[in-house]
C-alpha cells in the first residue's frame, strides 16, 4: 500500500486533533476513491440532468427535431452528435479540474 502526505492548515488541524475518535486516513482514503470513481466511470443521468447540462444550440437542435417528428435514423444520430458533445464537455471540465487548461 502507497503513501501519501497530506498538508492542512494549522487551523484544520487543530479542529482534527480535537476529534481524536475519528479516523482521518479513512475520510480522506474514501474521499479519494469516490472522487476517482466520479471521474473515472461514466455517468449515468436522467434525461432532465442531461438537458440541463446542454447548451442553449443543442437544446434547440433537440427541440426542432422532435417537433418536426423525426425519423428513427434522424434521432439516432442527433443522439450520436449530443453524446459526443457531451463526452467533449466532460473531458474539457476534467482537465480544467485537474489544471490541464
Avoid at 50 to 76: G, H, P, Q, V
Amino acid at each position: 500500500m502507497g503513501n501519501i502526505t497530506l498538508t492542512v492548515d494549522n487551523s484544520i488541524h487543530q479542529r482534527m486533533k480535537n476529534h481524536p475518535e475519528i479516523k482521518w486516513t479513512e475520510i480522506v482514503r474514501r474521499a479519494i476513491m469516490e472522487y476517482l470513481a466520479k471521474i473515472e466511470e461514466p455517468e449515468m443521468m436522467t434525461i432532465a440532468e442531461m438537458r440541463a447540462r446542454m447548451d442553449s444550440e443543442t437544446l434547440d437542435l433537440i427541440d426542432e427535431l422532435a417537433a418536426k417528428n423525426t425519423n428513427l435514423e434522424e434521432s439516432l444520430i442527433l443522439r450520436e452528435k449530443t453524446h459526443a458533445m457531451d463526452v467533449d464537455r466532460v473531458k474539457h471540465l476534467q482537465r480544467l479540474e485537474r489544471g490541464e487548461d
